[in-house]
T-cell receptor
Framework: GNSVTQMEGPVTLSEEAFLTINCTYTATGYPSLFWYVQYPGEGLQLLLKATKADDKGSNKGFEATYRKETTSFHLEKGSVQVSDSAVYFCAFRMDSSYKLIFGSGTRLLVRP | EAGVTQFPSHSVIEKGQTVTLRCDPISGHDNLYWYRRVMGKEIKFLLHFVKESKQDESGMPNNRFLAERTGGTYSTLKVQPAELEDSGVYFC?????????????FGQGTRLTVV
């Protein structure tokens, strides 16, 4: 069935380090892909998205590229900040559906 | 403009009791969704309202869960009777009418603990 697999956390990095959070999906068809972020004490926020193969979503220095051949949507940032500490969720949605399919989330902790 | 708001933010109840969670969507949003994250696992879809009608309730775990959206504004999710495995964070989201590509905005969630 449809599912998302993302790397388990927590991921602990020093400030200015490079970040990669892996995400792969299993879906019938070609979904739209998303990364959501939940900062401490806040709700889920859409971070970035990509709707077709080879699209790159980007926001706040984060990027992810829709790779159809590997069914992946890995999240990257070149230089993390303490303020990036949060839980990151990879998700997808099929074109015909409102329903989002989420991964289990990856907690990122950035230390000064 | 106010975002999606959920009440309460935390709830601790005993097994067998009843709890009602409330969600106020962004004003004017026809679509309202409930999701749940149990024990640090993936966030799972529960159901989708379009105005006051249930469009998709395929994710509702069992008949102890009842969702309503009278008048097409706020929504409630009642768990009766609550079981230990119902513990988790319940998220509500809303989106405008206009198809699946309209962005869903999420609330902060209600953390439910059943003891």
């Amino acid at each position: 069935g449809n599912s998302v697999t993302q790397m388990e956390g927590p991921v602990t990095l020093s400030e200015e380090a490079f970040l990669t959070i892996n995400c792969t999906y299993t879906a019938t068809g070609y979904p739209s892909l998303f990364w959501y972020v939940q900062y401490p004490g806040e709700g889920l926020q859409l971070l970035l998205k990509a709707t077709k193969a080879d699209d790159k979503g980007s926001n706040k220095g984060f990027e992810a590229t829709y790779r159809k051949e590997t069914t992946s949507f890995h999240l990257e940032k070149g230089s993390v900040q303490v303020s990036d500490s949060a839980v990151y969720f990879c998700a997808f949605r099929m074109d015909s559906s409102y329903k989002l399919i989420f991964g289990s989330g990856t907690r990122l902790l950035v230390r000064p | 403009e106010a975002g999606v708001t959920q009440f309460p933010s935390h709830s601790v109840i005993e097994k067998g009791q009843t709890v009602t969670l409330r969600c106020d969507p962004i004003s004017g949003h026809d679509n309202l969704y409930w999701y749940r994250r149990v024990m640090g696992k993936e966030i799972k879809f529960l159901l989708h309202f379009v105005k006051e009608s249930k469009q998709d309730e395929s994710g509702m775990p069992n008949n102890r869960f009842l969702a309503e959206r009278t008048g097409g504004t706020y929504s409630t999710l009642k768990v009766q009777p609550a079981e230990l495995e119902d513990s988790g964070v319940y998220f509500c989201a809303s989106s405008q009418a206009g198809g699946v590509n309209t962005e869903a905005f999420f609330g902060q969630g209600t953390r439910l603990t059943v003891v």
